[in-house]
């Protein structure tokens, strides 16, 4: 809606000359709602940037007296500030353009159809079974639900995605850990597996991530150890009949212990891959790409030389003739073009993996050219919890995601308890608070960014953090649960304008634009800040107007505004995979 709003402006100056047309916002209300910068002008008239936007002013100022300009209502005054030219945009018209837009496009506001269909893979997620759900995982699950709405919401075709690493050494320290390491036999442990089929999940799970644990150390140490894994992993890939009563239930506890979490935060999947369906077909195709020069023999391995393309080369098929995760990669690539007919493929995928991909990719344009320009890496950053250092679940003293999840709806919990009001939140309400509190701490900053999860901060009612926005949806509901909600004729309101009530104005013109750039720059951070900034906005406004007191024609009007500041602030958190509450 901006956009259309700038469009006017853009066709006014370039009736006077002025084709390069960039606005920006002032920094003070006082001086404008949008500005027009002259320094590329001046530049080109060998003026100072002061001068040409004087000059600038005076002409607009002119040519709107003569009536020599498309006029528009929603402009009240043009003026120069130092090297800027200023439009002062009319309250009245701006609240009927905006709340009109809004109350005509419904549901539909802040949507687009620039995807046009297209359909779009979104890979996220991607835990590997039988180890723990760990904090990176957490992140990446809260990052792509968020990416894959924002891009619903452009009109793309989107397909979820989740790869996960069912044989690889992983599993094969497991089998160690559950087995030698511990002074057992497969059979003794596939005996206590099925006694423990009654267990609760968090048992089960926990029973194989210390098994993990104790593997992974054992490998790191012991050489004897490492010869077993080695053994092992042989085994997995070989499905060798002695373990798959072992390996079958540790994976089926593991999928069933991630399908909880993807529950509770909220995410689905239409399309589960695994590596125990990739890694044959990797197989056939590194040697189909070795044949065609694609791929070279190294050290007894088969690598793709990177180096040849300015990057690094790496191995696809080990010197056992294992395909590596960029061998598996490969067949996961085809299926993906086989199974659907991706426009895009986003791998929401670690900082880590960055080199990764960017050899893959050029791999695959080489082996499979329908590939070409198709496969993107979305790059996130690492979470950590404040003041911890990055942790690793091979030390087994890691903490998991599921377990940071359960320790945020604790402490939402534990404040609402201390409370004096009669609160009477169910246990659902308390979860979509500690899922706001979680899901916001993340995708606040940038998607690329490292975040320090602070729990205090996160699970605070009150600053920038994911139950103060639900509160202040909230707290207009309250408000206008005390009145009856109608229709309203915005055209007819003669009232000025407060400064508050045109900061919302401008806030909620604005919201198209951000779940537009949301999708382009592959960040739904920018959804993030802005519905921080309107529940600042709003805190503002009602702090000086006050709506149920207010003479009835600006009652009116405040009250329509503040319908569309509860609707944009709750889209916009869908959006983020946040919903809202009716009581906080």
Request: glycine letters at 8%; hydrophobic letters at 40%.
């Amino acid at each position: 809606m901006m956009n259309q709003i700038n469009e006017q402006l853009k066709e006014i100056l370039h009736s006077l000359g002025v084709m390069r047309v960039e606005f920006t916002t002032p920094p003070n209300p006082d001086m404008g709602d949008i500005a027009f910068p002259c320094f590329a002008l001046a530049k080109q008239e060998g003026k100072s940037p002061a001068e040409v936007a004087t000059e600038l002013a005076a002409k607009l100022n002119d040519a709107y007296e003569k009536e020599d300009l498309k006029q528009s209502s929603l402009i009240k005054e043009i003026k120069a500030f130092g090297p800027y030219v200023n439009f002062f945009l009319d309250g009245t018209e701006l609240a009927s353009f905006v709340l009109g837009g809004i109350a005509e496009a419904g549901e539909h506001y802040g949507q687009h159809k620039i995807g046009n269909g297209k359909q779009v893979l979104i890979e996220f997620g991607c835990p590997n079974p039988m180890k723990v759900f760990h904090l990176g995982h957490l992140k990446n699950l809260i990052t792509g639900e968020a990416v894959v709405r924002t891009f619903e919401n452009a009109g793309y075709d989107i397909k979820r995605v989740n790869y996960q690493g069912d044989v690889g050494m992983h599993i094969a320290k497991v089998l160690f850990g559950l087995t030698e390491a511990d002074g057992k036999t497969m059979s003794d442990v596939a005996t206590e597996m099925k006694d423990m089929s009654a267990n609760p999940l968090e048992q089960k799970v926990a029973f194989l991530g210390k098994a993990y644990a104790r593997g992974a150390n054992a490998y790191e140490e012991n050489e004897d150890a490492q010869k077993a894994v080695a053994r092992f992993n042989e085994m997995v890939y070989e499905r060798d009949a002695s373990i798959q009563d072992v390996y079958n239930t540790g994976r089926k506890w593991s999928l069933d212990y991630f399908d909880t979490i993807y529950k509770k935060l909220g995410s689905h999947f239409d399309r589960m891959y695994f590596e125990s369906e990739t890694y044959e077909r990797g197989v056939v195709l590194v040697e189909e790409g070795k044949e065609k020069g694609i791929f070279v023999e190294s050290e007894g391995a088969v690598i793709f030389p990177g180096s040849e393309y300015d990057l690094h080369d790496r191995v696809f098929l080990n010197s056992k003739g294992y395909p590596t995760y960029e061998g598996k990669e490969l067949a996961l690539a085809e299926k993906h073009f086989t199974d659907f007919d991706p426009y895009q493929v986003i791998h929401v995928v670690g900082k880590e993996q960055t080199g990764y991909f960017q050899v893959v990719f050029k791999a695959l344009e080489k082996l499979l050219p329908q590939t070409t320009g198709r496969e993107y890496h979305l790059v996130g950053g690492y979470l950590q919890l404040k003041g911890e250092q990055k942790m690793s679940s091979r030390k087994g003293n890691v903490i998991s995601g599921d377990e940071l999840v359960a320790e945020v709806e604790d402490r939402i919990q534990d404040i609402l308890k201390a409370r004096e009001e009669d609160h009477g939140l169910t246990d659902e309400t308390i979860q979509k608070i500690s899922s706001a509190a979680l899901k916001y701490a993340m995708l606040k900053a940038n998607v690329s960014e490292d975040v320090a999860f602070d729990m205090e901060e996160s699970v605070s009612t009150t600053g920038d953090s994911g139950p103060y926005l639900l509160y202040i949806v909230a707290r207009i509901g309250s408000i206008l649960e005390k009145i009856q909600e109608k229709e309203f004729q915005i055209s007819n309101f003669k009232s000025s304008i407060s400064q508050e009530e045109k900061k919302l104005l401008l806030l909620l013109a604005v919201y198209p634009e951000v779940t537009q750039r949301a999708v382009q720059e592959y960040d739904p951070s920018h959804i993030a800040k802005y519905t921080f900034e309107l529940a600042q906005a709003f805190n503002a406004f009602y702090a000086a107007c006050p709506v149920l007191e207010a003479q009835e024609d600006v009652k009116d009007f405040r009250i329509a505004l503040i319908v569309a500041v509860r609707d944009v602030m709750t889209r916009g958190l869908r959006l983020l995979g946040i919903e809202t509450v009716e009581k906080m």
